[in-house]
């Protein structure tokens, strides 16, 4: 690990326990040129993956509409620094560190950082909640993703220490 996640790690007050007991595993974040925007978020917010993702990604929203189901982006490639500030702001609200890592993982642990995941949501619901898996969109990802070589990262009752969440698909292919 390099000395820019070390600090970011104590920081945020993440301990050596917090790290032995981190089920996750290690993501590189890819070089700036690795990559593309491939279209805004619901905040009109750049969503950002590596081309080979941004690729089958593309493929997999296009089947998707031709199916009459949308598959909006929330969330794409995330800096380490990214990551910092989210645990932040939980952390500012009065939450412990024990729980926010159950929820978000430890900055240089997310999939996010590899440029490799995606954060779904649908029209009109709330967005990153469990909610999403009574919607069209998770219905057909749950039948279609793995064509385009997209999984489901965190089931229900996952053993690497994250709660369920229905939105977040990773690609597997390259």
């Known amino acids: 690990m390099d000395i820019v996640l070390f600090e970011i790690h104590e920081v945020l007050g993440i301990q050596e326990q917090h790290l032995k007991d981190n ?66 702001r939980h952390l500012k609200n009065g939450r412990r560190i024990e729980d926010i890592l159950t929820h978000i993982a430890i900055p240089g642990f997310s999939e996010h950082h590899s440029g490799r995941a995606v954060d779904i949501h649908a029209e ?15 219905a057909w990802l749950t039948e279609n993703a793995n064509q385009f070589e997209f999984r489901l990262s965190y089931p229900r009752g996952n053993s690497l220490g994250i709660i369920y969440e229905p939105w977040h698909w990773f690609y597997t292919g390259l």
Do not use: N
Request: aromatic share 12%; proline share 5%; glycine share 4%.
């Open 124 to 138: 009109g619901k709330p967005v990153l909640e469990e909610e999403f898996e009574r919607t069209d969109a998770f």
């Open 23 to 88: 089920r996750l595993s290690f993501h590189q974040q890819p070089q700036v040129e690795e990559l593309r925007v491939v279209d805004f978020d619901f905040e009109g917010k750049p969503f950002v993956l590596i081309s080979e993702t941004a690729r089958a990604w593309s493929q997999m929203r296009q089947a998707a509409l031709e199916d009459g189901v949308a598959l909006l982006p929330f969330s794409g490639f995330r800096s380490y620094i990214h990551q910092k500030i989210l645990i932040e």
